[in-house]
Nanobody
Framework: EVQLVESGGGLVQAGGSLRLSCAAS????????IGWFRQTPGKEREGVLC????????WFAEFVKGRFTMSSDNGKNTMYLEMSDLKPEDSAVYYC??????????????????????WGQGTQVTVST
């Protein structure tokens, strides 16, 4: 069973940095599609970053603009979303998602449709002015 647990959210001042973690169990990242999303109240969930271990595709939102990056620690089976130069409009609940290749392999197809089966519970990020 795929399980994802996010952590690392919190309150940070504008211009600051945070690193979110997504600890996975029940699978390894090798050929999975991994995505980070965010959602604010009253708005639809939107994609942040995605990388596919299956076909190598990637996707990132325009607002990332080099401020956010994804990384992984395979020994810990954990993915990270590293965010810098945070802005108040980055405040949201951040979610990681992961799918095996049988649910699609291409980030550019999956992210716009928010087409992921397995999700974490989310972690709140609040950026103050």
């Amino acid at each position: 069973e795929v399980q994802l647990v996010e952590s690392g959210g919190g309150l940070v001042q504008a211009g600051g940095s945070l690193r979110l973690s997504c600890a996975a169990s029940g699978f390894t990242f090798d050929d999975y599609v991994i995505g980070w999303f965010r959602q604010t109240p009253g708005k639809e969930r939107e994609g942040v970053l995605c990388i596919s271990g299956s076909d190598g595709s990637t996707w990132f939102a325009e607002f990332v603009k080099g401020r956010f990056t994804m990384s992984s620690d395979n020994g810990k089976n954990t993915m990270y979303l590293e965010m810098s130069d945070l802005k108040p409009e980055d405040s949201a609940v951040y979610y990681c998602a992961a799918d095996p290749p049988q649910y699609g392999t291409n980030c550019r197809e999956k992210v716009p449709l928010v087409d992921f089966v397995s999700w974490g519970q989310g972690t709140q990020v609040t950026v103050s002015t």
